[in-house]
């Protein structure tokens, strides 16, 4: 396993740690102060200044971006609307592209409009992901499914375990992977086996914060590395005994606590943790 407490090398910022409607030039040079590398900005901070000043905003402060957020969601329009949504996720590879992110972030999408079926939800997902990934291979853009905790099937995402995602992986080849989150999957019984079985060059990404207990928000509570119940260093030995190299990106969506805070003192304390508990 790799010693992380030396250096902030593989450290990455999801930008939604900071409040996503920071914009991104303030975030790039807050990272930069914080000597963080990385970082995994959504699409609406890209969009607000452009794709050209973006790469050159990154680019001018020397950061890797780990992933952009956010796709997928195939099912919002129902089957009718897939087109609507297609072109959409073409959009976000041309802009994860565009910016030379190393994948672009694909969540499922919850049930249909009036819908209880959530087969039918999964089957659209799977028919979206086939239909954008000739664009994503032809761009050179990964596409990483990242599962969603089973407490967002409804109204977020009908993808929710690392199976499925491995799944859909073994059934459309080429350019498609997976992100890990800890928050989505810990309490998998199946994940280190699915970890194992996504391998070096499916993990496309690995998200940290923590499970607090309690969780008062089922979207916007998640906690700060080390605050939680998950074993955070299992869980990275699982992701590097299968040969991810790759960086480990904070995402907290923290309403009531981290997104109270300052900039500063949530890096200082993002890098902290990192060298200590993840
Ligand atoms: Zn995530």
């Given at each position: 396993?790799?010693?992380?407490?030396?250096?902030?090398?593989?450290?990455?910022?999801?930008?939604?740690?900071?409040?996503?409607?920071?914009?991104?030039?303030?975030?790039?040079?807050?990272?930069?102060?914080?000597?963080?590398?990385?970082?995994g900005?959504?699409?609406?901070?890209?969009?607000?200044?452009?794709?050209?000043?973006?790469?050159?905003?990154?680019?001018?402060?020397?950061?890797?971006?780990?992933?952009?957020?956010?796709?997928g969601?195939?099912?919002?329009?129902?089957?009718?609307?897939?087109q609507?949504?297609?072109?959409?996720?073409?959009?976000?590879?041309?802009?994860?592209?565009?910016?030379?992110?190393?994948?672009?972030?694909?969540?499922?999408?919850?049930?249909?409009?009036?819908?209880?079926?959530?087969?039918?939800?999964?089957?659209?997902?799977?028919?979206?992901l086939?239909?954008?990934?000739?664009?994503?291979?032809?761009?050179?853009?990964?596409?990483?499914?990242?599962?969603?905790?089973?407490?967002?099937?409804?109204?977020?995402?009908?993808?929710?375990?690392?199976?499925?995602?491995?799944?859909?992986?073994?059934?459309?080849?080429?350019?498609?992977g997976?992100?890990?989150?800890?928050?989505?999957?810990w309490?998998?019984?199946?994940l280190?086996?699915?970890?194992?079985?996504?391998?070096?060059?499916?993990?496309?990404?690995?998200?940290?914060?923590?499970?607090?207990?309690?969780?008062?928000?089922?979207?916007?509570?998640?906690?700060?590395?080390?605050?939680?119940?998950?074993?955070l260093?299992?869980?990275?030995?699982?992701?590097?005994?299968?040969?991810?190299?790759?960086?480990?990106?904070?995402?907290?969506?923290?309403?009531?606590?981290?997104?109270?805070?300052?900039?500063?003192?949530?890096?200082?304390?993002?890098?902290?943790?990192?060298?200590?508990?993840?």
């Open positions: 396993m790799r010693d992380l407490s030396r250096d902030t090398r593989f450290l990455s910022i999801n930008t939604a740690t900071l409040r996503r409607e920071r914009p991104l030039a303030e975030v790039v040079s807050a990272l930069a102060r914080a000597g963080i590398p990385g970082i900005p959504w699409r609406e901070q890209i969009q607000a200044i452009g794709i050209k000043a973006a790469v050159k905003l990154i680019g001018d402060h020397g950061l890797a971006v780990s992933g952009i957020s956010r796709a969601v195939f099912t919002a329009k129902g089957r009718a609307g897939l609507d949504v297609l072109d959409d996720n073409r959009r976000a590879v041309d802009e994860a592209a565009g910016i030379g992110a190393r994948c672009l972030v694909l969540i499922g999408g919850g049930l249909m409009p009036g819908s209880r079926d959530i087969a039918d939800a999964r089957a659209l997902f799977a028919e979206g086939a239909a954008l990934l000739p664009h994503a291979r032809a761009a050179h853009l990964p596409l990483a499914i990242e599962p969603l905790h089973p407490m967002y099937a409804a109204d977020r995402a009908c993808i929710n375990t690392l199976a499925q995602a491995n799944d859909l992986c073994d059934a459309l080849g080429e350019g498609v997976v992100v890990v989150d800890v928050y989505h999957t309490w998998d019984p199946g280190e086996h699915e970890i194992a079985r996504a391998g070096a060059r499916r993990i496309l990404a690995f998200h940290l914060s923590d499970w607090l207990v309690p969780t008062t928000d089922l979207l916007l509570d998640r906690g700060m590395m080390g605050d939680g119940v998950i074993d260093k299992r869980i990275r030995g699982w992701v590097e005994a299968a040969g991810f190299e790759g960086m480990c990106e904070v995402e907290i969506f923290s309403q009531r606590d981290w997104w109270q805070r300052s900039m500063e003192e949530v890096l200082r304390t993002s890098v902290e943790r990192y060298k200590s508990v993840c």
